[in-house]
């Protein structure tokens, strides 16, 4: 059994799959650069490996999902009589999985950094179709990757947005501005792109690389954003600014549905973030400072 095949009987859904084997490049990757290998790997330098991964600001959720990428390959390997050890068995971080956002982006940012984005290429058409879902609609990175051309209703100004992972299924509304741009993209863009493409795909937005995921993808437009807007960070940074906006503007019922949250709880983190906000500015401007 491949380690893909091995994966298939943990992971059911097609984006976690992919992620589970990013993990699993990443942690070997690491490995060679600490001239390890998988048998002469412990426990103490699991935890360097996590020192690294809290390094790059990922939230516990995304920690423990990287150290389950390891359990995982590790207890491949033990299957196929490799090892004969684990020791990523108990390593478990914990914590708060749902980290305050913070450092968030302002909508007159978050409008230039969509409509700034050129649109010489199909490649770059592509791109900001994808930052106008994550701009408008505060799509996650999975949901932008699942999205096909059926769920975009460009008649009622809709998106069908499916569930995948913790994420809940929504309709949200398209900006009036989205409209032509995603009509023009699905007709005469999509076609060009699934030329241009190696493997073949029936979803929205993808990678015209050998890899179908659009990872990489994503991580070649983040950097490109990184040096022309300084305070931009990622997807997910433009989804808690997203969001922290319509917490302003939003009852927190709708709110909730519109990102997709399961729980109440992961709404109203972004209402304390607007409290602490406007805390931060009053201590700023006060005239009596």
């Not at 791109?127 to 769920?151: C, F, H, S, V, W």
Request: net charge positive; charged share 30%.
């Amino acid at each position: 059994m491949s380690y893909k095949a091995y994966l298939q009987t943990k992971i059911k859904h097609p984006t976690g799959l992919g992620d589970y084997q990013h993990y699993q490049d990443h942690f070997v990757k690491w490995l060679e650069s600490e001239n390890l290998t998988v048998e002469t790997c412990e426990y103490v330098d699991l935890l360097s490996y996590v020192k690294l991964l809290k390094q790059k600001e990922r939230s516990t959720h995304t920690l423990n999902s990287y150290i389950r990428g390891v359990k995982y390959y590790y207890e491949y390997l033990q299957g196929r009589n490799e090892i004969t050890r684990n020791p990523a068995r108990r390593l478990y971080i914990k914590g708060d999985t749902y980290q305050l956002p913070s450092d968030l982006l302002n909508k007159k940012e978050l409008n230039t950094i969509y409509v700034d984005y050129p649109t010489e290429t199909i490649v770059q058409k592509r791109n900001k179709t994808l930052l106008g879902l994550a701009i408008y609609q505060a799509m996650r990175l999975d949901e932008l990757e699942a999205i096909e051309p059926g769920d975009i209703d460009l008649h009622k100004g809709t998106v069908y947005i499916k569930k995948t992972g913790r994420a809940m299924k929504r309709t949200l509304k398209l900006e009036a501005h989205q409209i032509l741009p995603l009509q023009e993209y699905i007709k005469e863009i999509l076609p060009q792109l699934r030329e241009k493409s190696p493997i073949k795909s029936e979803k929205l937005i993808f990678s015209t690389g050998s890899n179908p995921g659009i990872k990489e993808m994503v991580c070649d437009l983040n950097k490109q954003l990184r040096k022309r807007y300084p305070r931009y960070k990622n997807l997910m940074h433009i989804r808690s600014s997203v969001i922290a906006l319509w917490i302003e503007q939003k009852n927190i019922i709708e709110v909730q549905y519109m990102a997709g949250h399961n729980n109440i709880n992961s709404t109203e983190r972004y209402k304390r973030v607007s409290m602490q906000d406007l805390k931060k500015s009053l201590d700023q401007f006060h005239p009596l400072r």
